[in-house]
């Protein structure tokens, strides 16, 4: 089965750019989708096909993709980031996978 | 408002069974895919399944097929998850979320992601 490997956390200070990497272990690699999750809530989307942003999630989050790498970036991070971050893709069965997840701090 | 409201969980014994249910509104239900995912207390997220407009393709993660069933009713704005022999593992939150697909130029159908989610439903699997 496809597998998403994520680092489980990233540690950055505020204002500064947190990278959360998601690497896919087999190809072809599918569009990459990343979700936010704070304590308690659902996840929300904050990035698909690999770097498209979807209306009302703020231009500090972009994606990027390089091989069968995906990357989450978040530009001048503010405490409200704070949270969960999933990658998502989908294999060539028509199922889905999430990543295994990294936990953001703000310092 | 778009929303999905999910109920139907519970507490149920090893080898139990149990429904879930999502109600749809503010958009309209019978032109989406939607999947259901869960969470286990303190791990990651997890698909579990996925259903076509109109019913007739579903696919499963490997740990619940033949166990789970998902299904639909559009004219109710509903999606189910029939969930039996359930397990311990099985212990999680459950979402239901809309798959948001949009046709291209090219006239290919693109995945855009679950762009709306429900705020979840408690199953807990202990004897």
């Known amino acids: 089965s496809y597998e998403l490997t994520q680092p489980p956390s990233v540690s950055v200070s505020p204002g500064q750019t947190a990278r959360i990497t998601c690497s896919a272990d087999?190809?072809?690699?599918?569009?990459a989708y990343w979700y936010q999750q704070k304590p308690g809530q659902a996840p929300v989307l904050v990035i698909y096909k690999d770097s498209e942003r979807p209306s009302g999630i703020p231009e500090r989050f972009s994606g990027s993709s390089s091989g069968t790498t995906v990357t989450l970036t978040i530009s001048g991070v503010q405490a409200e980031d704070e949270a969960d971050y999933y990658c998502?893709?989908?294999?060539?069965?028509?199922?889905?996978?999430f990543g295994t997840g990294t936990k953001v701090t703000v310092l | 408002e778009v929303q999905l409201v999910e109920s139907g969980g519970g507490l149920v014994q090893p080898g139990g069974s149990l429904r879930l249910s999502c109600a749809a509104s503010g958009f309209t239900f019978s032109s989406y895919w939607m999947s259901w995912v869960r969470q286990a207390p303190g791990k990651g997220l997890e698909w579990v399944a996925n259903?076509?407009?109109?019913?007739?393709?579903?696919y499963y993660v490997d740990s619940v097929k033949g166990r789970f069933t998902i299904s639909r009713d559009n004219a109710k704005n509903s999606l189910y998850l029939q969930m039996n022999s359930l397990r311990a593992e099985d212990t999680a939150v459950y979402y239901c979320?809309?798959?948001?697909?949009?046709?291209?130029?090219?006239?290919?159908?693109?995945?855009?992601?679950?762009?709306?989610w429900g705020q979840g439903t408690t199953v807990t699997v202990s004897s």
């Open positions: 979320a809309r798959d948001r697909w949009v046709r291209g130029a090219d006239n290919y159908y693109y995945y855009y992601g679950m762009d709306v």
């Open positions: 259903i076509k407009q109109d019913g007739s393709e579903k």
């Open positions: 998502q893709s989908a294999d060539s069965s028509g199922t889905y996978v």
């Open positions: 087999a190809l072809p690699k599918q569009y």
